[in-house]
């Protein structure tokens, strides 16, 4: 083992927001993990090998939070250690984890969304009629997260009307960093009232199965189910919102690449993946060492807290040819775009397809946009993405899919 | 040439079955399936680029 390698760097820092690209660069070239003395001190995981080896071993780290030597919260995907909620099944390690992803990875199956597929074409379709008259139209909020936001609610067995209770704080958290409001705050009463109601009454969606479950060790709990829930919303609304956001705006004058994803399944296909990998919605997450192991060359200590760089990591130019010019037929692609190990995306599938449904739709029917304005998220070491993105277009016309 | 997948390391990516839908398929739960025996030689290559592209490194080839 070589002796500690450290690099200076505060992922919550003004630099980090400023030219996050470069600093993840530099933190490569420093080696594959190296220890940053900012926030309390932190293992950074940037290059490619290093983020795979070291996540490919569940038991060698823990996602939970819990109470340090001092009382105080510790450990959970993030840095510092957010007080407000729990994410499941991202926060819970296995044995646990086993049953809670089990509980919603039926549901976001290929299968499950091969089937929901029909449902991704109407709400985007209602959704660009939505917007597809008024000339100018903020593509975030209009556009990528109601879409994502209907699909899922949908799924959810909950009332897609209700879509902007759920969609607008989710957004915020992202948009305006991690501090929740009171919009959050709403969401988890809104669950919690929405569980209790339907445990009396039942009725048919994914919530219902979910407050059904048996786990080994009895009847899921109310706070899971909602937990559950709430990480399924903040898993997808933005992160997907952001991809397609980002992914227009590179096409936009591209006319020739628009045409042929529109006709070429193949190259859709492949152009996802990179689009997945340039972009990387999610930046980086964190883990906390439940034993002395080895990533590369450096020894992390039990306790240890790491930053695994899912961002650095798809733009490591030791995995990836010109990492920084995106090649849409790029293949093979071994983004880590969704993660990597046990916690790898769950609703990857989903996002895909409602990525692909709403490119598709949009290119065709939005052919002349132009964005005239964007505004980026403010923290970016954990999401990557647009508070807004105004687009101005000739304006079409609806296709009434309310008929359908 | 025969491949395998280590279910030890196979958490569903699904990227094996994207790039080699000949050689791997998917389980109900995303999990990649492996053709079993020998692979024939016209899809080698394609059994290949399929564990190449498998970012947990879950799937081995033997010669
Ligand atoms: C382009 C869109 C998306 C990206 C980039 C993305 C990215 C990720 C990443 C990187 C992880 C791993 C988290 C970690 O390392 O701790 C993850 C986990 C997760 N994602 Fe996604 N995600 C996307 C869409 C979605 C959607 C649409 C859903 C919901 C339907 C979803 C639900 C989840 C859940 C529940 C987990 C936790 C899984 C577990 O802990 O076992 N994601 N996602
Ligand atoms: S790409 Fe790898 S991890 Fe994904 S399904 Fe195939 S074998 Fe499993």
Redesign the pocket.
Known sequence: MQQVRTIDIDINGEDYVRRPLDMEAAAREAGPVAWTESNGGHWMVSRHAAVIEG?RDADTYS?EKFLDENGQLAGG?MIPTVPFYR??????DPPA?NG??KS?AGH?SPGSVERLQPVIDQYTAEVIDEMIELGEADFVMQVGSPV?AKV?LH?LGLPTEDWKFYAKPIHLLFADGASAGPGVAAIQERLSSTITERRAAPQRGMIDDLIATELDYGPMSDEDVKD?VF???????D??A??MAGSLQWLQDKPDLKTRLLEDDEFLQTATEEF?RYI???VG???TATTDYPIADQQMHKGDRMY?M?RSANWDPAEFDEPETMRLDRRPNRH?????????????N???S??QTVLRQFLTRVTDYEVVDFEQYKMTNNNAGFARMIMRYTPGTRIDSSAR | MKVSIDPKYCVGHGMCHLNAPDVFGLDDDGHGVALEGEIPSALRESARLGSESCPQQAISIEE
């Open positions: 996540l996602t995907i994410y499941l099944p991202n926060e819970s984890w809670f992803r919603i976001l994502t899922t799924l559950l990480d399924v919303m903040v898993g997808g609304f992160t997907v952001g991809l997945l990387s919605p999610a997450l964190s883990r695994f899912y880590v775009a969704f993660g990597a190990g046990i916690h790898r995306c769950v609703g990857s989903l996002a895909r409602i990525f």
